[in-house]
């Protein structure tokens, strides 16, 4: 190469890098006004809430009349009329409910389990009425807390759910106590219970006792009491919205 031509090689280099530097000083001024102008991505749709169902299993029914409560009400009426009641109030704050009855029908415990189990649901309610004791009782299986298992025995599916049944019991006896109700917490072997794979607890609601509400002594209401029903189902509807949030809370949580 002769002088000439190394002046100009060098000069190109000269030239190339000044080309490069400017470039990239250019491409840094540019880069945000760039990234100011593009088109906003679009907003990603905030994640949907879980599914959440509560099934309500209106015990008793057809030939199966239950307990005789107060004033000649057999208990598979007043069972259908707090099922009604409850599922209306949950509907109304957009929860859907399975019920296992809708009208004064026989239906037997697979049936009732099957129609349960199939809702996929994260809370289960079988609902009975009784003229002993006072309050509202809550009865949790007691079925040994066990693992889930991909097929697991029709009878004793509830196992795989105690632990969460527990704790859906601990909520609503915390609804119920707010709302000056009588609570009494067993656990009990219940075949209805014992088949649903769902958070699931028995709740009977026996006639409320003067003793039993706070210090406004009001005289005791019987299960043929619509008031009573009504603040019964007002109770148990905020126990399942509580649970909804504790539901969606945990969903949230996981990984
Ligand atoms: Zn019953």
């Not at 099934?55 to 707090?82: C, I, M, P, W, Y």
């Not at 296992?100 to 009425?129: F, K, P, Y």
């Not at 409320?208 to 603040?231: H, I, K």
């Amino acid at each position: 190469m002769r002088w000439t031509e190394r002046k100009k090689a060098r000069r190109r280099l000269v030239w190339t890098l000044a080309g490069s530097i400017l470039a990239a000083g250019l491409a840094g001024a540019v880069g945000p006004l760039a990234a100011a102008q593009a088109p906003p991505a679009p907003a990603a749709p905030a994640p949907a809430p879980p599914r959440f169902v509560v099934v309500l299993d209106a015990a008793h029914g057809g030939d199966d009349l239950g307990g005789r409560l107060s004033n000649g009400q057999l208990e598979k009426d007043f069972t259908l009329a707090l099922s009604v009641r409850l599922r209306s109030l949950l509907a109304a704050r957009g929860i859907p409910v399975v019920t296992t009855r809708e009208s004064d029908q026989a239906v037997d415990l697979d049936r009732r389990a099957a129609i349960a189990n199939r809702a996929n649901a994260q809370a289960c309610l079988s609902l009975h009425g009784s003229e002993s004791g006072s309050g509202v009782h809550l009865f949790v299986s007691s079925l040994a807390p066990a693992q889930p298992r991909r097929f697991a025995a029709w009878k004793t599916a509830q196992a795989a759910w105690v632990t969460r049944s527990l704790a859906l019991a601990g909520v609503l006896n915390s609804a119920l106590l707010h709302a000056g109700f009588n609570v009494t917490l067993g656990r009990a072997a219940l075949p209805a219970l014992d088949s649903l794979a769902c958070p699931a607890v028995a709740v009977e609601v026996a006639p409320e006792t003067a003793s039993g509400r706070d210090s406004t002594q009001a005289p005791a209401a019987g299960l043929d009491d619509p008031g009573y029903q009504a603040r019964v189902a007002g109770a148990l509807a905020a126990a399942l919205l509580e649970w909804r949030t504790d539901a969606w809370r945990m969903e949230a949580a996981r990984p």
